[in-house]
């Protein structure tokens, strides 16, 4: 997963959760919708067929050809021996922020590939704005031998961009000869409607007797066809028999851009399956969108499961994950219980998996007190070795841990495309039958792939890794988008890093993250509304440099490096039970502040988290809130100065922390 830095309407499934062990039949869940509309091919000269103009060739590198093509008569042909070379073929392309791109590229290859790794050749989109490069879109990779073949991908322009380029280009260290034609860059025009089913959020799950409103998020993209009619928004609930419970009719603007359709469901409604239908109407009385939602009324809530604020619930308490991604050779029980020791909680093991010890791993982290998220995310036809078994392997191992108690939930996807779309349905819903009582759980380095995923997970995550960059702030940006598909609908536990690049690449300036930049990395997650936090990675602090392995392993640095993470850990503990009370304090902060600032209120303290993502000093100014008074002016790193009802907080470089005020 964490070896570069990288940068589709799914259907909706809700899984039947279980009520005192009962298992039924599923109600159908679909979702219509049409396939989104494209714009005209923003990729100039995109078939090569006038030479190299409009794009960005090195000189002695790439060349138009005409012996080859996937259509017309030429295609762009670049042939590398050398592993250290490493160029990009791009162009600039006139898109804006926040417009939704779907991009394409025909390759042929051969003998393409680096030595004991998956990458190859591929295209990418890529933006960069004041400070440089600010993210992109990076699909799979080919690699072989192999006829022309169409890679996709799908990105979404970040706002902080101020220029985006199309390239085509052999991975870092990758060798071989391809060939590149019809590359294709199509805006995505929005669908008139999406609809989210945000309570009951968990998989459709309701509490027998709860009076806690059914809703649907529902977002708008008006149209310039539509006729000035308004928007028809129908629901309704039908029980295991076809037998309808209740309809109900919303009506809105067609201008207005969101819209929150809250159900009251029949009281008493007892233990069972349901289907939540929605029809929505555009104004031109076209049916835009149907949905159907299954529901099931239960008893008793899953072991583990997301409560409406987005938290994860275990046994009934609220619980943050707190912990690392470990590797199978850190999977003992001496390592296991130093992670425990240092204050973490959790653990996220790649080779746990399909082992023939992984009940002894689950006992040795239970007898730790440490919960385990377990990985199946490489059972897919297809990826590592996998063919057409791969999800029986993955049933294997589910029945096989499901009843351990430190089970916290499954890991089902690492980074994947869109494409791995259907593969990762099949899982989420195998996890569904097999595991009522924990939820699958999803990180992404790729955020436009999110709203995607949210159809597929019960957990969503993403990774920026800012440390080796010139600043932080990448972290507040990916945790916000992703709390913000999330809709609390979802938990988030964001991956902050503890890795230093340099261990991935043997160009990169030694970096590994300090204590400050650590701790700054978890300030920003939490202020920005991250429910956990899984840092990436336990076994990578042991390498000094690349490559990673034996040669390289240096425990001294390791063990100055965990005592800094033990500090973080003593910190941070000390904040979440705070976090999960949930008493959070509005603040009226400025807008595109540097400073990150989030308030919550512990009984008669008001606990103000701040995080300057910046290697420079930074200042947030803003209104005290009413009732709290600064006790003592000056806090750990954290300065203030009062005036006129505002407070100005100073930070140095990526310093963060709690300030205190008091009633």
């Not at 219509?32 to 995109?46: H, I, M, Q, R, S």
């Not at 985006?164 to 025009?189: I, M, N």
């Not at 809709?487 to 991935?504: E, G, I, L, T």
């Not at 930074?618 to 954290?638: C, H, L, R, Y």
Request: charge should be positive; hydrophobic fraction near 35%.
């Amino acid at each position: 997963m964490r070896k570069h830095v990288s940068w589709h309407c799914a259907q909706k499934y809700f899984y039947l959760a279980a009520s005192s062990l009962l298992l039924a039949a599923l109600p159908a869940c679909a979702k219509t919708v049409t396939e989104p509309k494209l714009g005209p091919n923003l990729a100039k000269n995109a078939g090569f067929e006038n030479g190299s103009s409009n794009w960005n060739i090195p000189q002695g590198t790439a060349k138009v050809v005409s012996d080859e093509a996937h259509s017309g008569t030429h295609s762009l042909y670049y042939s590398n021996t050398d592993a250290k070379q490493y160029k990009l073929f791009s162009q600039h392309v006139n898109v804006k922020p926040g417009q939704h791109i779907r991009f394409s590229v025909w390759i042929k290859g051969k003998d393409v590939g680096k030595k004991g790794s998956s990458e190859g050749a591929s295209l990418f989109m890529q933006s960069s704005g004041a400070s440089g490069y600010v993210g992109g879109s990076f699909p799979s990779r080919l690699t072989g031998t192999f006829d022309w073949k169409q890679v996709t991908g799908e990105y979404t322009v970040l706002k902080e961009a101020t220029s985006t380029s199309v390239g085509v280009y052999l991975r870092k260290g990758v060798t071989g000869t391809v060939w590149f034609d019809d590359v294709e860059v199509r805006l995505v025009h929005p669908p008139s409607f999406k609809s989210f089913l945000t309570y009951p959020n968990y998989r459709g799950t309701a509490l027998q007797g709860s009076a806690v409103p059914w809703k649907y998020q529902v977002q708008i993209s008006k149209q310039d066809n539509w006729k000035n009619a308004p928007v028809i928004i129908t629901t309704s609930l039908t029980d295991a028999a076809g037998k309808v419970l209740l309809t109900d009719t919303a009506k809105t603007n067609p201008a207005q851009k969101s819209l929150e359709v809250t159900i009251h469901p029949p009281k008493n409604l007892p233990a069972g399956n349901y289907t939540l239908k929605q029809t929505i109407t555009d104004p031109n009385g076209e049916q835009a969108l149907q949905n159907e939602d299954a529901i099931h009324v239960v008893k008793k809530m899953p072991g583990v499961y997301v409560d409406p604020q987005g938290f994860t619930v275990v046994n009934g308490k609220r619980f943050f994950p707190f912990g690392f991604y470990i590797g199978g050779g850190t999977s003992d029980n001496e390592n296991l219980q130093r992670i425990a020791k240092g204050g973490f909680n959790t653990v996220l093991s790649y080779a746990y998996g399909a082992r023939s010890d992984a009940k002894t791993y689950m006992k040795n982290a239970r007898q730790n007190g440490l919960k385990v998220i377990y990985s199946v995310k490489d059972m897919y036809p297809g990826k590592h070795g996998y063919g057409d078994n791969a999800f029986d392997v993955a049933a294997k191992y589910i029945k096989l841990v499901r009843d351990e108690p430190a089970l916290l939930a499954w890991y089902t996807n690492d980074e994947l495309g869109s494409e791995w779309l259907p593969q990762m349905e099949k899982t989420y819903n195998l996890i569904k039958q097999l595991d009522p009582n924990h939820p699958a759980y999803q990180v992404q380095n790729k955020v436009q792939e999110l709203e995607n995923d949210f159809a597929v997970t019960d957990v969503l995550g993403s990774d920026p890794y800012p440390v080796g960059g010139s600043n932080l702030s990448n972290t507040s940006r990916r945790t916000q988008i992703t709390v913000g598909v999330a809709q609390s609908a979802k938990s988030v536990w964001m991956v902050p890093q503890s890795m230093d690049w340099a261990v991935y690449h043997a160009d990169r300036k030694q970096h590994p993250p300090t204590l400050d930049e650590m701790r700054n990395q978890a300030y920003q997650s939490i202020i920005n509304g991250a429910t956990g936090l899984i840092y990436y990675s336990y076994y990578d602090m042991m390498y000094e440099k690349y490559p990673r392995g034996k040669s390289t392993t240096n425990m001294d640095l390791f063990n100055r490096r965990w005592a800094d993470c033990t500090r973080l850990a003593s910190e941070i503990n000390g904040v979440i039970p705070v976090i999960l009370s949930d008493k959070k304090v509005a603040l009226h902060l400025p807008e595109n502040a540097d400073v990150q600032a989030a308030a919550w209120q512990d009984g008669n303290r008001l606990l103000i988290l701040l995080a300057n993502p910046y290697y420079e000093q930074k200042s947030i100014t803003f209104e005290v809130p009413q009732g709290w008074n600064i006790k003592k002016a000056d806090q750990g790193e954290i300065k203030s100065t009062f005036a006129a009802g505002k407070v100005t907080f100073t930070l140095p470089s990526v310093g963060s922390g709690v300030f205190c005020l008091e009633r």
